[in-house]
């Protein structure tokens, strides 16, 4: 079999499964939410992250492709944290990455005018 047919295969295959579990999941989730009239905004990043732990919580990824390394590697996808768990705000390499550095900025171009 031709790698280009094979990951053919795979994506029509996981597009089929998302689409299923999408639509099996969304209307129980449509009943468990507000009205539009007293719903909050959704900018919030505390509703948001609430939003997505109860999504997280009501799915259950229950992949069934006939192929069970392929089931099992797509349960261990869905199953993955998302970005915001994994990085940890106690990494120092987050701390530094988010770190404010305009004062450093600030000092370089006035350093850069400067002109004896």
């Known amino acids: 079999m ?8 795979i994506r ?4 089929e499964e998302i689409d299923y579990a999408l639509k099996r999941e969304i ?15 959704v900018g919030a990043t505390e ?15 229950e992949f069934n492709t006939g192929n ?8 261990e996808t869905a199953q993955s944290p998302t970005a ?5 705000s106690n990494d120092p390499v987050n701390q530094f990455a988010n770190k404010d550095y305009t004062q450093l900025l600030t000092a ?9």
């Open 2 to 9: 031709k790698l280009s047919a094979f990951e053919n295969i």
């Open 12 to 15: 029509k295959v996981v597009r």
């Open 27 to 41: 209307s129980p989730l449509k009943e468990g939410l507000m009205p539009p009239s007293t719903q909050p905004k």
């Open 47 to 61: 509703n948001v992250e609430d939003f997505r732990s109860k999504l997280r919580s009501q799915i259950a990824p």
């Open 68 to 75: 069970g390394t392929l089931d099992s590697l797509l349960s």
């Open 84 to 88: 915001e768990e994994t990085f940890n």
């Open 108 to 116: 370089i171009d006035k350093k850069k005018d400067y002109r004896p």
